[in-house]
């Protein structure tokens, strides 16, 4: 039975797509037979992000109303064995995803997939709750600010409340926390709050920690998910999140200033 | 707006749960009765006063309609309210001033129930929560206290008609005794709300002491005022 994770975080501009495409790309890369999902109809990004977007042809909506197969609307990726996109339509909005659309899509891909990856839209409403609805498991992507902060924990609170798993008495959905575009420095500055402080408001489990990093900018501008560059920072933290995920005990890096070398002589 | 209130229906029937104590006679002698009873009562000045009784003679005892007379006014007389009677004939009940209760629920004879060693648990109208309150969420007790065991974040709204327990961080907003019970207090281990009022009185995290944020603190309504006080 395939494992449904959502990738949601509340606000916008936090690094869901981002790490939709690198988690998706990873547990693929691990084994898995993963398909990441756009939710975000109307805004269709992930295409962009993992570079197939010139390869677009049917998509989630066509499939909801019938006009196309999961097959014809699953692009596999060219790069990375095992790994396929359902792309969203950018045409359409939020109200053409339907309940039940959903419910028999997810059923579909959960037949021949071992992960299925759901890349929510930002904000509360009905395509962030269709994407969260059918979830196992969740990413909560927050920056280390006050305000992405309050919406993830907004969104937990209704991972807790309207979601299957919590209407149907289940197991509750297992959360993990992913805080991205963290930058140390800042953080010693007091510009930007720290592991501890998110931990502590969200009180989750740590997944893991991106840094602020320019490889994220070129990879998205190069269509390759961040994880598949495998010598930069983002690449190996992201690499570090699905080793974590699938049971694997990693200590945690970049979360740590940088040390000068003035910093290492004198503080060792 | 009276009128208007009355046009639909002169009346309301409505379920409502209140305790009826039973009054077991175990014994026809009704003045050893009353002494004994005189001497549970001294025991708790005041607390029984008001209390409403059933009346139900053990299955062994034969009262008869001056018995019952007798220990109906020694219990007035007392300060207790008898209110009815059973497993006695109605009139019997209804000349000594009682009423009557038919399907009526009364434990078994014998000294172990009479002492109350298996008396079934009376449900509490605690409210206890152990998952943290997120951004957003609402919880009120209704009729009781509300105990939290967790984080509240921000943005999360407490509420109960009682008093509220946070054994935890409490950066959202507690409001207790939102019935208007001035008594209800807030009790929790780390003060960091946005919001805390007894009984409509209100104060924002702004107004409150700086040296107790963080702490565990205790917040009760003296006159129109909230008092903090350090745990």
């Known amino acids: 039975m395939a494992r449904i994770i ?10 869901k797509t981002t790490t939709s495409a690198a988690f998706g790309a990873g547990l693929a890369r691990a084994g898995h037979r993963t398909v990441v999902v756009d939710f975000d109809v109307g805004l269709r990004n992930l295409d962009l992000i993992m570079g197939c977007e010139r390869r677009v042809v049917y998509d ?54 071992d992960y299925i990856v759901c890349d929510s839209p930002a904000g509360i409403e009905r395509g962030a709750h269709l ?53 140390p420095e800042r953080v010693g500055k007091g510009e930007m709050l720290s592991v501890e402080d998110v931990c502590e408001i969200l009180s989750i489990d740590l997944l893991g920690v991106i840094p602020e990093s320019t490889a994220v900018l070129n990879a998205s501008n190069s269509g390759v998910p961040v994880i598949l560059e495998e ?19 990693r200590e945690h890096r970049f979360i740590d200033e940088k040390k000068g070398l003035f910093g290492r002589l004198f503080k060792g | 707006m009276l009128s208007e209130n009355h046009a639909g229906g002169a009346f309301e029937l409505k379920g409502r749960m209140a305790t009826l104590t039973v009054l077991q006679v175990l014994t026809a002698d009704i003045d050893e009765l009353l002494k004994q009873l005189d001497g549970r009562l001294s025991q708790a000045p005041g607390f029984f006063t ?29 300060e207790l309210v008898p209110v009815a009677a059973v497993d006695m004939p109605a009139e019997q009940a209804a000349s000594a001033g ?21 008396k079934s648990p009376a449900a509490s109208t605690t409210r206890i929560v152990t998952t943290p309150v997120r951004s957003g969420q609402q919880i009120y007790a209704h009729g009781g206290d509300l105990v939290v ?15 509220i327990h946070v054994y935890a961080n409490l950066r959202g907003r507690a409001l207790a005794g939102v019935q208007g019970d001035g008594n209800a207090r807030i009790f929790c281990q780390s003060l960091n709300a946005e919001l805390v009022a007894i009984a409509g009185h209100y104060q924002l995290s702004e107004q409150m002491d700086r040296g107790l944020q963080g702490g565990p603190v205790v917040i009760q309504l003296q006159g129109a005022d909230l008092q903090l006080s350090a745990l």
């Open chain 1, 6 to 15: 959502v990738v949601t975080s509340g606000k916008g501009g936090v690094g």
């Open chain 1, 60 to 113: 989630f909506v066509n499939v909801i109303n019938g006009e196309a197969n999961l097959n014809q609307a699953l692009i596999r990726d060219k790069r990375t064995e095992g790994l396929s996109i359902l792309p969203a339509s950018q045409t359409r909005d939020k109200d053409a995803l339907t309940f039940e659309g959903v419910q028999t899509v997810l059923e579909g891909l959960a037949k021949d997939h």
């Open chain 1, 131 to 183: 994407a969260m609805y059918f979830a196992d498991e969740a990413l909560i992507v927050t920056n280390p600010e006050v305000s992405s902060v309050r919406d993830s924990d907004r969104v937990l609170g209704l991972l807790a409340s309207k979601t299957r798993r919590a209407e149907q008495d289940d197991e509750p959905i297992r959360e993990h926390l992913v805080i991205t575009r963290y930058a």
């Open chain 1, 231 to 249: 010598k930069t920072d983002a690449g190996q933290a992201y690499d570090d999140v699905v080793a974590r995920f699938l049971g694997e005990a």
């Open chain 2, 50 to 78: 008001g209390m409403p009784l059933v009346i139900a003679p053990s299955a062994s005892v034969a009262l008869d309609a001056a018995g019952l007379q007798r220990l109906v006014d020694g219990l007035r007389a007392r």
């Open chain 2, 98 to 118: 009682l009423g009557w209760l038919r399907n009526f629920e009364r434990p078994a004879d014998g000294s172990a129930t009479e002492r109350g060693k298996s």
């Open chain 2, 149 to 163: 065991t967790a984080p509240v974040s921000a943005g999360a709204e407490l509420m109960a008609d009682g008093h």
